[in-house]
């Protein structure tokens, strides 16, 4: 049976979605709603697409609707905070794509207690990192260690509240700088739509607390780089993707859309390759 599902969001990742529903790649999937803030943006994408979706006026719409077995978040933590818990109880399973939301421990306790007692399903892609497989396999034993080094073009992290408060200007940088080092919970406050990545190593391995995230702006690059180094009782894991990124919005990797349409087709394939 084909599965109905809607998207929150119309930005980069969630029209990459949207396109790969609609031509079929993201296996027996059918888009029925669309959903943002900005309706213009659902206008504009229902446009692009072959088989037309419903554009909601609101999120109720989509919890109303019965045959919506799946919603796909797309668009920010503060939309998994405002309707991820409202979805769940609505009877459906959730797909997050803005993981960095889960630092807050209230709402993944919560958001995990609805899914529990719903019969739920709560998907979170492997994103724009290499190794998440491993790392939760690893995790089985214990991981004494684990870093996630992220390495990007200084104009995609000179967005941030964070450096602008602290006054760290990256205009005419010449040489790599770290900008942050700190615990995975703080690095997906100060970066929530670049280091989305952080929490879902920590979800996959030993937490947000002990997670340690180095943030490094590199002139030279022009593709984000994430590294990824866990030690524990079943060895060294060292992974390393050099993502290229969205061409309108380059702080995001083109792998964290990819990542969640193979998560899609995952659902309805009979063999499944890896955790």
């Known amino acids: 049976m084909r599965l109905n599902v809607a998207l929150v969001g119309c930005g980069a990742i969630g029209s990459v979605l949207a396109r790969a529903i609609d031509e079929g790649r993201a296996g027996d999937v059918k888009l029925g709603w669309v959903y943002d803030l900005k309706r213009e943006k659902s206008k504009a994408l229902v446009k692009k697409l072959r088989l037309k979706p419903r554009i909601a006026k609101g999120a109720s719409e989509i919890y109303a609707d019965k045959t919506v077995g799946l919603v796909i978040e797309a668009a920010s933590q503060q939309a998994v905070e405002q309707y991820s818990l409202d979805i769940i109880r609505s009877g459906k399973d959730l797909m997050v794509m803005s993981v960095g939301a889960f630092a807050n421990d209230k709402l993944l306790k919560n958001v995990r207690a609805a899914a529990e007692r719903n019969g739920r399903r709560v998907y979170i892609p492997s994103g724009a990192v290499l190794g998440i497989d491993g790392v939760k396999a690893a995790g089985l034993g214990r991981i004494r260690e684990a870093v996630l080094t992220t390495r990007k073009p200084p104009a995609t992290l000179a967005y941030s509240e964070y450096l602008q408060k602290r006054r760290i200007r990256l205009k005419g940088l010449k040489r790599p700088r770290v900008v942050f080092d700190g615990s995975a919970r703080e690095a997906v ?30 002139p030279k690059l022009r593709r984000n780089v994430h590294e990824i180094r866990v030690r524990g009782e079943a060895g060294e894991l060292i992974t390393e993707a050099r993502n290229v990124p969205f ?6 990797s083109y792998l964290a859309a990819l990542s969640a349409i193979r998560t899609l087709r995952n659902l309805s394939e009979t063999i499944r390759v890896g955790t």
Do not use: E, M, Q
């Not at 061409?247 to 995001?252: E, F, K, N, S, Y």
């Open 189 to 218: 406050k100060a970066f929530p739509a670049s280091v989305n990545v952080a929490a879902t190593l920590s979800l996959a391995g030993i937490g947000l607390d002990r997670t340690r995230v180095r943030i490094v702006a590199d």
């Open 247 to 252: 061409p309108d919005v380059r702080r995001t």
